[in-house]
């Protein structure tokens, strides 16, 4: 599975952004699909995830209550829905896939259970 981020830009505080994440070669259907994101001189943090058919989701404390992560077996592709956006949330952010074989005891909010990843996209919030 390859896999594509896009939708990032330059948003005022309090905007709204929706990314894509559009998997390519292979079905979504057989991973859990994780957001993460990373700022300037700060290591790579956890958003969002999605368990392999969108009933379970996990979001990071910062988060929550503002983005909604969601994913079309249909399409291939998930999404990352962010409102009131933050002049913190400013960062690259980076769709994963994590195998659901090796990690089906739990959605996994690690960056290292992800093994697949996306090119990133960068988005900006204005203040």
């Known amino acids: 599975v390859q896999l594509q981020a896009s939708g990032g830009g330059l948003v005022q505080a309090g905007g709204s952004l929706t990314l894509s994440c559009a998997a390519s070669?292979?079905?979504?259907?057989?991973?859990?699909v994780g957001w993460f994101r990373q700022a300037p001189g700060k290591e790579r943090e956890f958003v969002a995830a999605?368990?392999?058919?969108?009933?379970?989701?996990n979001y990071a404390g910062s988060v929550e209550g503002r983005f909604t992560i969601s994913r079309d077996s249909a399409k291939n592709m998930a999404y990352l829905q962010m409102d009131t956006l933050k002049p913190e949330d400013t960062a690259v952010y980076f769709c994963?896939?994590?195998?659901?074989?090796?990690?089906?005891?739990?959605?996994?909010?690690?960056?290292?259970?992800?093994?697949?990843w996306g090119q990133g996209t960068q988005v900006t919030v204005s203040s």
């Open positions: 999605t368990n392999w058919n969108g009933d379970t989701t």
């Open positions: 994963a896939a994590a195998d659901v074989r090796t990690n089906f005891l739990a959605l996994p909010i690690i960056a290292s259970a992800y093994k697949l």
């Open positions: 070669g292979r079905t979504l259907n057989n991973y859990h």
